[in-house]
């Protein structure tokens, strides 16, 4: 046998994205991860996961469903919705994660609060791009960490995404290091 252990991560787009935001993120991801990136839909539709009573859709049922269907070498998905999405104990969530597991989305649509999904600012690139390196580290079995300067940090707010920066603390990385050995 001749294969190579899986180990690309896949962005897969849910709907149109600015190409700016989709290499941002990519950049990243390969930066913190130090795992090759590709981008290519996997859902072409997710109403699915529409709850018509909140008028959101429900992240974890698209989780399950990007899980399954993960191509082969790709070992974790980040999903990129523009699209509000909640878990029922909470009235949103900026994305959500299988700890441990392959899938993680994250939504643009709290991120983005005022610009539209073609012109993104350089403020909606920086939280994107850490709630999407936040979600992914949960896919490594990171937990939330008390360091507000942590991308790890569980943000409640924009202004918590703002304030935190884009790189894992010490401690994080060392768990992700081993996760990724
Ligand atoms: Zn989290
Ligand atoms: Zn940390």
Known sequence: MNSAPPQTILIAPMGDFDSRLLSAVGR????????PVSVRPLLDDWSFAFDAGRE??????????????APLGVFKILALADVDLFIPILTHVYGEAQLGGKACIVSTYRLNAGSGIHCFSETTLARVTKEAVHELGHT?????????????HYCRSEADVDRKSSDLCRYCRVMLDDALR
């Open 28 to 35: 990243e991801i390969e930066r913190v991860f130090h795992a």
């Open 56 to 69: 959101q859709f429900h992240s974890t049922p698209i989780l399950r469903r990007l899980a399954d269907a």
């Open 140 to 152: 490594f079995d990171l937990r939330h960490c008390p360091d507000p300067a942590c991308v790890m």
